[in-house]
C-alpha cells in the first residue's frame, strides 16, 4: 500500500537558517505530493503540492521538487522565521478518490 | 481555494454520552468526505470514507458503531461518536473533495471526553 516516511522531529532551528525536512513515500502509479502545515491549535493547511515528476512547489518561500527517481519530496526554505513553527506533514495521493496518505509530520521549531 | 467548515471547533462532553461533530463543505458540492483522527504526536489516519448518499467505508480496525459517519448532502458530513470514553479523547479533521480536485480539510475539532 502508500506510505509516506519523514523525518523525525523535533527540528529546532535558529531564525534565519536553512530548512530541509525529508521526505520519502512508496505508492503504486503516479501520485499527487503535498506538504501540509498545522500550526498550533489549528487544522491543516494545504502548503504546496506538485502533481507529476520534476514538477516544483512552492508557497510562502516553501519549495518541494517532485523526484520519481527517488521517490522523494523533500520540504526547503532558504531562511526560516519564528512563525513557521508548526507542524509539516508530507503526505500523497494516488486513488481516484483524493484519499490522502500522511508522513507522521515533523515539528519545527524556530527560535529567535 | 475551497471551504470546508467544521463544527464545532472544541467540545468537551461527559463520558457515555454523544457528541456529533459536523463538516460542510461551503462553496463546492462534496461527493466524498474523509474523516481523520490524529492522536497527540501522532499523525492522522484515515478512518472512514463517506460517498454522499452511500454508507460510509470504515479502515480497519475502526468500530463503525462507535462512530457513526453520516453523508446525507452534497454538502455536509457528520460524524457522531457514540457512548463517548476518555480514550476517545482526540483531535479529529474531515476533508472533502469534489472528485475532480484536492481534498480540502476542515479546521478540525478537538474533542474532550471527561
Known amino acids: 500500500g502508500d506510505s509516506v516516511t519523514q523525518m523525525e522531529g523535533p527540528v529546532t532551528l535558529s531564525e534565519e537558517a536553512f530548512l530541509t525536512i525529508n521526505c520519502t513515500y512508496t505508492a503504486t502509479g503516479y501520485p499527487s505530493l503535498f506538504w501540509y502545515v498545522q500550526y498550533p491549535g489549528e487544522g491543516l493547511q494545504l502548503l504546496l503540492k506538485?502533481?507529476?515528476?520534476?514538477d516544483k512547489g512552492s508557497n510562502k518561500g516553501f519549495e518541494a521538487t517532485y523526484r520519481k527517481e527517488t521517490t522523494s519530496f523533500h520540504l526547503e526554505k532558504g531562511s526560516v522565521q519564528v512563525s513557521d513553527s508548526a507542524v509539516y506533514f508530507c503526505a500523497l495521493n494516488s486513488g481516484g478518490y483524493q484519499k490522502v496518505t500522511f508522513g507522521t509530520g515533523t515539528k519545527l521549531q524556530v527560535i529567535p | 481555494g475551497a471551504v470546508v467548515s467544521q463544527h464545532p471547533s472544541r467540545v468537551i462532553c461527559k463520558s457515555g454520552t454523544s457528541v456529533k461533530i459536523e463538516c460542510r463543505s461551503l462553496?463546492?458540492?462534496?461527493?466524498?468526505m474523509f474523516w481523520y483522527r490524529q492522536f497527540p504526536k501522532q499523525s492522522l489516519m484515515l478512518m472512514a470514507t463517506?460517498?454522499?448518499?452511500?454508507?460510509?467505508?470504515?479502515e480497519q480496525g475502526v468500530e463503525k458503531d462507535k462512530f457513526l459517519i453520516n453523508h446525507a448532502s452534497l454538502t455536509l458530513s457528520t460524524l457522531t461518536v457514540t457512548s463517548a470514553h476518555p480514550e476517545d479523547s482526540s483531535f479529529y479533521i474531515c476533508s472533502a473533495t469534489s472528485g475532480f480536485s484536492e481534498a480540502f480539510f476542515g479546521q478540525g475539532t478537538r474533542l474532550t471526553v471527561v
Open positions: 462553496d463546492f458540492q462534496a461527493t466524498t
Open positions: 463517506s460517498n454522499e448518499g452511500s454508507k460510509a467505508t470504515y
Open positions: 506538485a502533481t507529476k515528476a520534476d
